[in-house]
């Protein structure tokens, strides 16, 4: 039987695609016509996962004019249908993937981009095993100028930042109760929730997965659930790097070790320090972040996040348990030895993210690099490497990069650079309100 047919409540359908920004690209169909959808896919233009920010072509993009503005074929993903229990009438989503029409996957399709690596890693008899850490704020942006919603519960603003604060969790049970149960209903693993440094900011980790694909689309849902169920609620949540110029940014910090064919975590030694293979690991993702930063980093209001003393790494740098570091090496049992990358924004599109992050891993493996030594203190004070400052240079580094050669393929690439150049010029004429409201909602 058929998830549909198990299903009957279902009213309607909604198919759709991650664009290179992590937005839904897609359609809504009638429930009697999704079967087809399941088993023959759908049409879009290749373009539509190369728009801009605001959903507008790219200037100059071949995909466009140049080629005819050709279809692909986007078939399911293996996630199949979940519902979004965000909306009003009972709705499904089925998650899809593009191909070109002689049935090659898209090469500017983000999803296949991350399943080029995974497959890589798989030639290399190494299984990665990947977990994000989810944050955002809860925001009232029906006014002039965003603030904390009130609270459901006592029906007061928190004025104040409050760390792991069980009464802000409190204040907020009855989404957060709403929000557990609908990752239950979406299969996707949510563990621990915690509030953060910020007015109205929260955490939530997702588990680690032995399936990129299936974190990366985890990490995508999840942010889809969040913003749709915010609404639902009567606020709305945002992912934006940067939404309080005088509070914490969101990030999206990754965990991720190898497994071996055996199973075995290829970063584990039995003691503090870890494997060969882990530093070798560090090295290709510390030599990759200059040109990987437009991946972690990816809009204009990104970079007002990478700041010093703002909790957000600046520096190129890794240590052991030590959280102003670029790339953490956490503590706990040798067994669960890992590496934690902390560069990314909660603006990012997980799937690029994840991609990013392993292959410059696995650069770093088969080229048996070592990175340098791992820090002490305070990384803001020290005298390091820094990663690019503003969104310019880093499109131009991503451009150029040669570890992101052996990551991504040209196409990509290619329209990665044409995407972010167009939405570069015209950030440059938006008021800060405007970047605001740009953001709050769509990243």
């Keep these: 039987m058929s998830w549909l047919e198990e299903n009957p409540h279902i009213r309607t359908i909604r198919v759709a695609a991650a664009d290179l920004n992590g937005i839904a690209r897609g359609k809504r169909v009638p429930t009697r016509f999704a079967q ?18 605001w ?27 979940v519902p979004m229990p965000w909306l009003g009438s009972p709705t499904a989503l ?5 191909y070109r029409e002689s049935g090659v996957p898209f090469d500017g399709d983000p999803r296949h981009a991350l399943a080029r690596v995974q497959a890589r890693a798989k030639d290399k008899g ?14 009232d942006d029906s ?8 609270s459901p519960r006592s029906g007061k603003r928190r004025p104040g930042a409050e760390v792991l604060s069980l009464r802000a969790l409190d204040a907020w049970d009855i989404f957060f109760t709403d929000l557990y149960d609908a990752c239950e209903a979406m299969d996707i693993p949510a563990d621990t929730a915690i509030s953060e440094a910020g007015l109205g900011q929260f955490e939530l980790n997702l588990v680690h997965q032995p399936d990129a694909l299936k974190a990366a689309d985890d990490a995508w849902l999840f942010k889809l659930l969040v913003k749709g169920l915010a609404r639902k609620h009567g606020f709305a949540a945002s992912f934006m790097a940067k939404p309080y110029p005088d509070y914490a940014g969101n990030g999206m910090h990754m965990h991720f070790s190898m497994l071996d064919k055996d199973g075995r975590n290829i970063f ?19 030599e990759a972040v200059p040109g990987s930063s437009i991946l972690f980093a990816p ?7 990478l700041v010093p003393d703002a909790h957000a790494p600046t520096g190129l740098c890794w240590a052991y348990e030590n959280r102003t570091s670029a790339i953490r090496v956490p503590g706990g049992a040798p067994v669960a030895r890992r590496i934690e990358h ?45 990663m690019p400052s503003d969104w310019g240079s880093a499109i131009d580094a991503f451009e150029a990069s040669p570890e992101i050669a052996r990551i991504f393929p040209e196409e990509l690439i290619r329209n990665l650079v044409l995407t972010k150049r167009q939405e570069l010029h015209y950030y440059r004429e938006l008021s800060d309100t405007e970047k605001v409201d740009l953001y709050l909602d769509t990243v």
């Design 36 to 53: 087809k959808v399941e088993t023959d896919g759908t049409r879009f233009p290749l373009s539509v996962l190369n728009l801009d920010i």
């Design 55 to 81: 959903g507008e072509d790219i200037d100059d993009s071949p995909l466009v004019f140049e080629s005819g503005d050709p279809d692909g074929v986007l078939r399911p993903t293996e996630r199949g249908f």
């Design 94 to 98: 089925l998650p899809l993937w593009m």
């Design 126 to 139: 190494l299984t990665p095993v990947v977990a994000t850490e989810m944050e955002f704020y809860l925001v």
């Design 143 to 150: 006014g002039k100028d965003i603030r904390v919603p009130p």
């Design 268 to 286: 584990d030694d039995g003691g503090a320090r870890g494997t060969d293979k882990l530093r070798h690991a560090i090295a290709g993702c510390l």
């Design 299 to 305: 809009h204009g209001n990104s970079y007002d996040r």
């Design 342 to 386: 902390r560069v990314a924004g909660g603006d990012v599109n997980p799937y690029l993210m994840v991609a990013g992050i392993l292959g410059a891993a696995l650069n770093g493996l088969e080229d048996g690099a070592e990175p340098p030594d791992p820090i002490t203190g305070n990384a803001y004070d020290l005298d390091l490497p820094q």
